[in-house]
């Protein structure tokens, strides 16, 4: 991250991923997950890369207990 470029991760509804590009906000995609709703808890970008970020979290499968989920954005 830096000034020109921030990045956020949440979920109010479905997992979302917002890219601060200096000047506005813009989504990310967020990939589905095979096995129930993500729930993003935290988010890391990679030193010296204004683009490459990890977003981690969970997910709720319908059945019951929760699964961990990672997406990666290069």
């Known amino acids: 991250s830096s000034p020109a470029s921030v990045?956020?991760?949440?979920?109010v509804g479905?997992?979302?991923v917002l890219?601060?590009?200096g000047t506005s906000w813009a989504p990310e995609s967020t990939p589905a997950s095979p096995d129930g709703q993500p729930?993003?808890?935290g988010i890391s970008a990679v030193r010296g890369s204004?683009?490459?970020?990890?977003a981690a979290g969970?997910?709720?499968p319908t059945g019951g207990g929760?699964?961990?989920?990672?997406i990666h954005h290069p």
């Open 7 to 11: 990045w956020a991760a949440g979920t």
């Open 14 to 16: 479905t997992a979302s």
């Open 19 to 21: 890219h601060w590009n």
């Open 39 to 41: 729930i993003l808890n």
């Open 50 to 54: 204004a683009t490459e970020v990890w």
């Open 58 to 60: 969970i997910t709720l």
């Open 66 to 70: 929760y699964h961990t989920f990672a």
